[in-house]
């Protein structure tokens, strides 16, 4: 009796979901004429949703990803792949996540399940560091938005990477414990709990998918919210403004930092907006720009606190921005 | 026994999200939002989301015999504990994106954005590269191209490359024989698929073009610093999505800039000279003929991604 009331319940829902769909799709555009707002809130909409848009099927990828690293890989295996010298474990994980195609977004679940099964946390965070930096896309862009000139590229991948093992190692004597918002003793427990290893491959599989639902709701929410700031930031914050900031060598390259910060852009799209400013400021700063954003921004950031412990995510962000920031200074003679 | 309310809002969320980008499909509108070229990507953005709902579905079926029991403390939510205000306010956040996606008007950026993203810092950015270019052309002569410029004057005619807008990908090969045809004409259309290309190299080897005719379409853009018959007929080019779109186009004379208001999209036809602004030589166009026009169903330009092999 509740059996066939529960699956009435489920029936009707699809249909007033099919209902809604229909609607929807034949009258959304009348309610469009109803709300009437300032222009500049329909710009700051149309923004946040083409970073949504743009980003959503990398991190569908990445919750999927990170829902077969969940099942199908044990702590066993991890403990096998990564080696115990925390620098070697930390040379390794760069070079993974260099090869790795991923962007900012993405590569956050993917990181979350590595960590929760037991990666170190300075190799977890060289992989996030390298991942959305060097890839092929990446390097690619960079070429071809600098006019063909492969100076910055190479310099962009060479230092990043560099810079994500010096950053990494500084994590590594910093922090010990994997820095989750929960404890590693829970996630073990999960796993044991679910027994995944006895289980079909099919039934796995579909494991998978419901976890990647779970982290796709947990994440989704960061990952909106920082768009959310960032079309804020891009519609209401002028760049000349910011630009005016940065004079000076150093001036400058903070400057670039904080504008590839706030305006949390993908890594393959971000040597566009650098070239642009490539004239106006010197080549350290333009590196600032396109080393500093893809390892951390204003979206990145949102998206970290749902992993991460909030001590921990700050602290992270301004090791990441006086290491580049000094690393860049530093070498300034040199550019 | 009972329904879990949240695992099927879950599902529903999850449905409306895959019809949500069905219909930005559908409608045409995710042109406004995205580059043509990750289309095929948002489309996987719409067939994962499906996968997560059936996945979503089945365990609303199932939620009672797999009850999660031995989940507690788990890391994530899986959606069966109680429902609070905090997860009320999480829900809210990702049915944002929905309700503004369906009930709001898909904006074009226009002028007041060009502003914010300092429309004249990068349009006169390009050209203070005048310098460097010619110089690297002359100590590393490009024989490739020059080679490939005297095989190809033959069948010019009937071999003009003509990527699709939609698919721009051109090979090293086009990209460089466009380039040297540009070189050649003295009239000069600067038509959506070629746009950037053109724009690109017109800003790298301005004086090789002054005194050309060319004909340019772009939305009337104003800056405080402008005289009086001073504008710039300026496109959005978007690389990978609307945030990351930038500002080029051409700094244009014309008689009665005075009078038109931004946002309007003009067709003209000039002469390109070049005009120093703020310290920068940057080719310009003195207008001989114009009028105004329709805002073009797409107004983005898109970068030509060229094939390196």
């Not at chain 1, 862009?141 to 990494?168: C, E, H, P, Q």
Request: glycine share 6%.
């Amino acid at each position: 009796m509740i059996r066939g009331f529960r699956s009435f319940l489920i029936d009707f829902s699809l249909v007033i979901l099919v209902g809604l769909a229909v609607y929807v799709l034949s009258f959304g555009d009348s309610f469009s004429s109803i709300i009437q707002l300032p222009n500049s809130v329909f710009h700051m909409n149309t923004i946040f949703l083409s970073i949504l848009i743009e980003a959503l099927p990398f991190v569908l990828i990445g919750v999927l990803i990170a829902g077969i690293i969940q099942i199908f890989v044990t702590e066993d295996h991890i403990k096998r792949w990564i080696p115990k010298n925390p620098i070697l474990a930390i040379i390794m994980s760069c070079f993974v996540g260099a090869l790795f195609p991923a962007c900012e977004c993405g590569i956050v679940p993917i990181v979350r399940r590595l960590l929760a099964k037991g990666v170190p946390i300075h190799a977890g965070i060289g992989f996030l560091l390298t991942g959305p930096l060097i890839n092929p896309l990446v390097i690619l862009s960079t070429y071809m938005a600098f006019g063909n000139d492969f100076k910055i590229a190479a310099s962009r991948m060479i230092l990043g990477f560099l810079i994500a093992v010096l950053i990494s190692i500084i994590i590594s004597v910093m922090f010990k414990s994997n820095q989750l918002k929960h404890t590693i003793e829970v996630q073990q427990t999960h796993t044991i709990s679910h027994n995944h290893g006895s289980q079909s491959i099919f039934s796995k599989l579909g494991h998978t998918v419901t976890h990647a639902v779970d982290e796709f709701f947990d994440m989704g929410k960061y990952l909106i919210v920082g768009a959310l700031l960032a079309a804020f930031v891009q519609t209401y914050v002028s760049s000349e403004a910011l630009l005016e900031l940065g004079s000076g060598q150093v001036s400058s390259t903070a400057v670039m930092m904080g504008l590839a910060y706030l305006l949390s852009l993908c890594s393959e799209a971000d040597a566009f907006i650098a070239a642009s400013f490539s004239n106006v400021f010197p080549t350290t700063a333009i590196l600032g720009f396109l080393i500093y954003g893809p390892m951390t921004d204003l979206k990145n950031t949102m998206m970290m606190l749902s992993v991460f412990k909030t001590r921990f995510v700050i602290l992270f962000v301004l090791i990441v921005t006086i290491v580049v920031f000094s690393v860049l200074t530093l070498l300034d003679g040199f550019y | 026994m009972r329904i879990n309310l949240q695992q099927v809002s879950r599902a529903i969320i999850l449905f409306v999200f895959v019809i949500f980008i069905v219909r930005l499909h559908y409608t045409g509108d995710i042109l406004k939002l995205i580059n043509p070229k990750y289309l095929m990507l948002s489309k996987t953005a719409a067939i994962l989301f499906l996968v997560l709902f059936i996945a979503q579905i089945k365990r609303i079926l199932e939620s009672d015999k797999h009850d999660h029991a031995d989940h507690e403390g788990h890391n994530h939510d899986h959606g069966n504990a109680p429902f609070t205000f905090r997860k009320f306010i999480s829900y809210a956040i990702v049915i944002l994106p929905l309700f503004t996606g369906f009930f709001f008007p898909m904006s074009t950026l226009d002028a007041s954005i060009a502003a914010n993203k300092g429309a004249m810092l990068s349009l006169s950015n390009n050209t203070s590269k005048v310098d460097d270019a010619i110089e690297e052309e002359t100590t590393e002569p490009d024989t490739e191209s020059i080679e490939e410029s005297t095989n190809n004057e033959v069948q010019q005619d009937d071999n003009v490359a003509d990527p699709n807008l939609y698919s721009n990908t051109i090979s090293k090969e086009e990209h460089d024989k466009l380039i040297d045809e540009l070189s050649e004409q003295n009239s000069i259309e600067m038509t959506d698929q070629l746009y950037t290309t053109y724009h690109q190299e017109i800003n790298m080897n301005a004086d090789d073009y002054v005194g050309k005719e060319i004909k340019v379409t772009g939305f009337v853009y104003k800056e405080e610093s402008f005289s009086a018959n001073q504008l710039v007929l300026g496109r959005f080019i978007i690389t990978h999505c609307v945030a990351d779109a930038g500002v080029i186009g051409f700094l244009t004379e014309m008689d009665i800039a005075e009078e038109l208001d931004e946002d309007t999209w003009v067709e003209a036809v000039g002469t390109i000279y070049l005009q120093e602004y703020e310290g920068d030589l940057l080719p310009a166009i003195k207008v001989t003929e114009w009028n105004v026009v329709e805002e073009p169903a797409q107004p983005y330009l898109y970068p030509i991604s060229i094939k390196i092999t």
